[in-house]
């Protein structure tokens, strides 16, 4: 090869729809998950949960089940080996304000399904049948409160902590609301709520401990942040940082879930700690519905506009769930004013200590909520203005995140809309309620906005090449989201200028360099900064030691003037002139060369501008009034979300929260029986998620988008932002399909007739 055509080869990476490199282990079932990896005498254990919601342990009787063959040992409150004592030593990354709950800490029962007891034994299945044969006597109190709505005079504003610096409490108050409202042409006045939902991913929450000698583990994971769970073990049972590995190469669904470690890790580490075994944990399907769920929440909002439909006057406030414990909050109500600019603003958020466990972050959380509300309340005013919907979001546009008064660092909703509508045929509709049928059924158009914020925080990574030519990139960093091996490896190829068969990106090892807990779309924007830095730095030292070689072509070139590809090291304007990478190893006895970097936003500059990912969602439902069947026949989903780094893999995701956003409006709910206090459809056979018979057309358009604020990769997450627009894209379209408004999700068949 000479040298200008190696100078042509090798096209970017960046940008290519391309497999992920784990897919072939996942369908084939070669993947090993949390609870997949053999160990030596591997004990088993199961966790006893409560069966009362609130009260005390009276006596808790042990001592017929430790005489079964095959049982180890059985902790409880009783026996529970000293853990730390201080709250804070116990706080994770994702923990809201209060006090993080401790299992076994003491007899005292605080929400039902509270683990009460582990059971250790040589085998799961005798772990299990031990554990039902505990006894157990409770003190049971029961003025236990899980009603939402029936303690609304107990709610307040939530405490404020670390958590509140990525979840922001409402802006103040602007102008005058009541006033503005008051002397506003359309007004509207809604109450909007949604039940408790449950994230359901596919692999249960475990957690295998090897046990090393020494109080040294290692513990494979089930977990959204491999650094997490290592900071959280190590704190809580009293070990050093470095004598704790979490790994977690793959993850079977999280959807926030695992941000926090979950009960089984502390079950598990406990046992293993006290044993001096390997130890094994496994939550079942009813187990997961106790740690952890989308809170339910009621909102009311208040929106005044001019006869132009200008919006003018906005309230939202939003009232939602909390354990007694822990002060859980999302961002609901911040969104109306960031898409908006009414000068006039009112939004409260408070919280109701329920005798619940604490809710947790789920996908799109607060904004799947809080949007549902605003887009609704924006199509109320279109249909009493008589103005199309779109059109109304277009008289309302703002370049400012008015809430801030920031300006955005990009912002490409309009083209979302324009773009969107176009794909969807959104000139076709006619604006008469239940003017659109096909055969005997109503036809309904739909359409909302979507947004989401685009952040990014500290991120680490290390970057390898060896003799060969070969590099290997590693993070600490789970795979989730849009394939961050997948992702990662792309950035690193093109940075280096190789082709991706000769990246290897080793990740989820909390051994590695530091990558925080992967949610809130932010996981590529955080690493992905990392290892382009990474990268960068590895490119200059190998720069730095070919200059330093004998007779060097680049002994006079200047680093700027240079180009990475394919091995090699060559002037730009003069491509005949360069220099295998491989001498550099030839003069450096083989060694390795590394470099370590990290990538954080400069917090000087970050905060001037505001940052988000928006999207146009328009959608078509078809209604049987005499069945009572909704169906979504279609829907577009138009996404601006800077540069997509893998188109594939990034619609799958916008793909996935658009199937979400279609559970939410429709189907997800999780049950409580107030009178007992529990979650009565704990399984997959009563809490319902679409099946493939109910998702028919999706399409997703990736409108483009330049962001070199947000980073230098110009990338923002896509996690989210599928699933924020479509519940009130599909509620504005069952509204013009039926003429009647519905405010309550999910949205039953009944509340049609």
């Keep these: 090869m000479n040298a200008k055509e190696n100078f042509m080869k090798n096209t970017p990476s960046v940008g290519q729809s391309i497999n992920r490199l784990e897919g072939h282990l996942k369908v084939t079932g070669q993947a090993k998950y949390a609870a997949e990896y053999d160990a030596p005498d591997l004990l088993y254990g199961y966790i006893v949960n409560s069966s009362i919601t609130k009260g005390k342990i009276k006596t808790i009787d042990t001592s017929e089940i430790k005489k079964l063959e095959g049982v180890i040992e059985v902790f409880t409150h009783e026996n529970k080996p000293s853990t730390a004592w201080f709250d804070f030593q116990y706080a994770d990354m994702d923990a809201p304000p209060g006090t993080v709950f401790k299992p076994l800490k003491d007899n005292i029962i605080r929400y039902n399904g ?42 307040r504003d939530p405490k404020k902590g670390l958590a509140s610096l990525l979840k922001p409490p409402p802006p103040k108050p602007t102008g005058n609301f009541e006033k503005e409202y008051e002397n506003s042409l359309v007004k509207t006045d809604s109450h909007f709520s949604h039940g408790t939902e449950h994230h359901n991913p596919m692999e249960m929450y475990a957690s295998t401990v090897i046990y090393e000698g020494k109080d040294k583990l290692t513990i494979y994971d089930k977990t959204q942040g491999t650094i997490n769970s290592q900071m959280y073990v190590a704190n809580v049972f009293g070990l050093k940082m470095k004598n704790v590995q979490v790994i977690s190469p793959f993850v079977g669904g999280g959807f926030g879930s695992g941000l926090r470690p979950q009960q089984q890790l502390f079950m ?39 006869k132009e439909g200008k919006v003018n006057a906005i309230y939202h406030k939003a009232t939602g769930e909390t354990s007694r414990f822990e002060d859980y909050v999302e961002i609901v109500v911040n969104w109306a004013n960031m898409l908006y600019p009414a000068e006039n603003t009112l939004l409260e958020h408070e919280i109701v200590p329920l005798d619940v466990y604490s809710p947790l972050d789920m996908r799109a959380p607060g904004g799947s909520t ?46 979302c809309y324009l773009e969107g509508a176009e794909k969807f045929g959104w000139n076709k509709r006619n604006p008469e309620p239940r003017s659109m049928k096909r055969g005997n059924k109503l036809v309904g158009y739909g359409m909302a906005t979507g947004i989401w914020d685009a952040n990014r925080i500290l991120g680490r990574a290390e970057a390898i090449m060896t003799p060969d030519g070969k590099v290997e990139i590693k993070s600490a960093v789970t795979d ?78 200047n680093f700027k003037d240079v180009i990475f590809k394919n091995g090699f090291i060559t002037v ?87 199937i979400w956003g279609i559970s939410k409006a429709l189907h997800e709910e999780t049950i409580l029986d107030h009178e007992l206090g529990k979650y009565m459809n704990a399984n997959l056979g009563e809490y319902h998620i679409p099946v493939h018979a109910d998702i028919h057309d999706l399409e997703v358009v990736f409108v483009e988008e330049n962001d070199s604020f947000v980073n230098d990769l110009g990338v923002k997450g896509v996690g989210e932002i599928g699933g924020v627009g479509m519940p009130p894209a599909i509620t504005n379209a069952i509204f013009h399909a039926t003429g009647k408004r519905i405010y309550d999700l999910p949205i039953h068949f009944d509340r049609l007739m």
């Design 480 to 557: 989730i989201g849009t394939g961050t091996k997948t992702i990662m490896t792309q950035i690193a190829a093109d940075e280096l200028g190789l082709s991706m068969e000769d990246i290897t990106f080793s990740y989820a090892d909390s051994k590695m360099p530091f990558a925080p807990i992967q949610g809130g779309s932010f996981t590529t924007a955080t690493v992905g900064p990392a290892v382009q830095n990474a990268c960068q730095a590895l490119n200059k030292k190998l720069f730095e030691k070919a200059k330093d070689l004998k007779d060097s072509v680049l002994k006079n070139v």
């Design 114 to 155: 509270q683990p009460i007891a582990l059971v250790v034994a040589e085998k799961f299945e005798m772990a299990r049948y031990a554990a039902a044969k505990i006894k157990v006597v409770y003190e049971e109190d029961e003025n236990f409160e899980t009603d939402l709505k029936k303690n609304l005079e107990k709610a």
């Design 572 to 658: 730009k304007d003069q491509p005949e002139i360069q220099l295998d990478v491989k001498e550099i190893f030839k003069k450096n006895g083989g060694e390795a060369i590394r470099t370590t970097n990290s990538a954080m936003p400069n917090p000087l500059k970050y905060g001037k501008k505001a940052r988000a990912v928006h999207s146009a969602v328009f959608v078509e439902v078809e209604v049987d009034e005499e069945l009572g069947i909704i169906e979504v026949k279609r829907a577009v989903t138009a996404v601006a979300a800077g540069k997509i780094i893998n188109p594939k893999t990034a619609e799958s995701q916008v793909l996935g929260g658009m």
């Design 268 to 306: 598990a580490v406990m046992a293993s700690l006290a044993l001096k075994r390997n130890v094994r944990v496994t939550l079942d399907r009813a187990q997961m519905y106790m740690i952890g769920h989308r809170p339910p929440t009621l909102q009311h909002t208040k929106f005044g506009a001019d």
């Design 370 to 415: 809080g949007m549902h509300a605003v887009e609704v309340t924006m199509d109320e005013i279109a249909y009493q203005l008589n103005i199309d919907p779109l059109e109304l979001r277009l008289i309302n546009y703002s370049e400012i995140d008015k809430s801030s008064d920031k300006e955005y660092s990009s912002k490409e909703l309009r083209k």
